[in-house]
């Protein structure tokens, strides 16, 4: 479902995600900032929005290599969704890959997880539509 991606050069500052290849963390992203360029190994520094050092004093810093980065994606306005749409759903510090199964209430819908076999309710509000950043564009599904 991953579309080839096409490098994009990060300025310092730029808000981006991440997507960590491990087991656990398979169709997840992560919000960051740019905070330094490439360095002479061809990683970027990056400070995590939302996740933290071991000792929780500050947000972790780490280098990251381009495959794994991808600009921050618009946000896209929803009403409401509708029954099988693909959604990213903010859980565990990150945003992450699911459809929607059904609706609970008015303003909460349950995500089905295939990486976990999970279905969990979540508000509208930690809810977004799943895009993909493929040859300079994105493309929602």
């Not at 959604?87 to 992450?96: E, I, S």
Request: net charge neutral; proline share 6%.
């Amino acid at each position: 479902m991953c579309p080839q991606a096409r490098r994009v050069d990060f300025s310092v500052g730029d808000k981006v995600e991440v997507s960590i290849d491990e087991e656990g963390f398979w169709g997840s992203y992560y919000e960051g900032t740019i905070v330094s360029p490439l360095d002479e190994n061809g990683r970027y520094m990056v400070r995590y929005k939302n996740l933290l050092e071991d000792d929780r004093s500050k947000p972790l810093t780490e280098p990251i290599l381009p495959k794994d980065l991808r600009p921050k994606p618009p946000r896209v306005r929803v009403g409401e969704y509708k029954v099988y749409s693909y959604v990213n759903a903010f859980a565990n510090d990150g945003w992450w890959f699911g459809r929607i199964t059904r609706q609970k209430s008015e303003s909460h819908y349950y995500v089905y997880f295939k990486t976990t076999n999970e279905e969990i309710p979540y508000h509208i509000s930690r809810i977004r539509v799943h895009q993909e950043w493929a040859n300079g564009d994105w493309i929602a599904f």
